[in-house]
């Protein structure tokens, strides 16, 4: 009996600690995120990813004057392998405290069903750029609360995961593709950006960079900033797997 009992305490113990594990044997997950369909995505930030064969994820606002101006440059780095995501048609945020946040275009007025009308019409145009069905989607401010309505599950329907914000997680276990934590990276240090890689590594677990401008402009990363980053990540390739964040997610659903 008391062997039993210990037979049954060791399962438990060493269930409950198993690590996740990454492809190819790799110790976390790294995924580069963009916001907001700027120019510097097409001129910076892709030119670099490309050149550390990484890829990169754009979460693009459906009255991105980028994304009309420079429709076929968008439709072209969907073809070597980046993402377009979801971030609304009119980045719709909480306006507490935000001074730029349009009164029509404030969240705390939407109602759920505007969020979901807005959500997939922005699937619409997207998917007349790169044709894709399936789309993650960045929740604009990281807000989730539309007219006092948690929307989350209604995202649920339309997307397969979501990006939000939050600390590196410490464990796998119960991580939420529709709530993924996320670094805002603006006028960051280069050692800065390496030590959440490393916090990652050494939990087991991913971090996922949401960038805004990259080499000029609000939120931003220096361009060379950006680039040690990369070239950090290129050189530990066979500790870190990066890829897409929906790559990455479905990889995180299907092996869980
Ligand atoms: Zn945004």
Redesign the pocket.
């Known amino acids: 009996m008391r062997t039993l009992l210990i037979l049954i305490f060791s399962v438990f113990v060493f269930s409950s600690n198993a690590q996740f594990k990454w492809p190819k044997g790799s110790k976390a997950a790294v995924v580069f995120t963009y916001?907001?369909g700027l120019d510097c995505h097409l001129d910076v930030a892709v030119p670099q990813l490309n050149k550390y064969g990484l890829r990169g994820t754009f979460?693009c606002?459906g009255n991105s004057p980028s994304l009309y101006n420079r429709t076929d440059e968008w439709r072209a780095i969907t073809k070597q392998g980046h993402e377009l995501g979801n971030?609304t048609l009119f980045?719709p945020c909480d306006g507490t405290g935000q001074d730029w946040v349009k009164p029509e275009y404030d969240l705390r007025t939407y109602t759920p069903e505007q969020i979901v009308a807005e959500l997939k019409t922005a699937n619409t145009l997207l998917k007349a750029i790169d044709g894709k069905t399936e789309r993650t989607f960045?929740y604009?401010?990281s807000n989730y609360v539309a007219g006092g309505v948690d929307f989350t599950d209604l995202v649920k329907n339309i997307f397969m995961a979501a990006r939000c914000d939050g600390p590196i997680p410490e464990t796998m276990d119960g991580y939420e593709i529709w709530k993924t934590p996320s670094y805002m990276s603006a006028d960051p240090d280069i050692k800065d950006l390496i030590s959440l890689v490393e916090k990652a590594k050494n939990m087991g677990t991913i971090v996922v960079f949401m960038f805004?401008s990259v080499g000029g402009g609000y939120l931003n990363t220096a361009a060379d900033v950006h680039e040690q980053l990369l070239q950090y990540v290129s050189d530990n390739r066979d500790d870190l797997y990066s890829d897409s964040f929906i790559n990455v997610m479905k990889y995180i659903k299907e092996n869980r």
Do not use: A, E, R
Request: hydrophobic letters at 10%; proline letters at 0%; aromatic letters at 10%.
């Open positions: 916001d907001d979460f606002t971030h980045h960045g604009t401010c805004h």
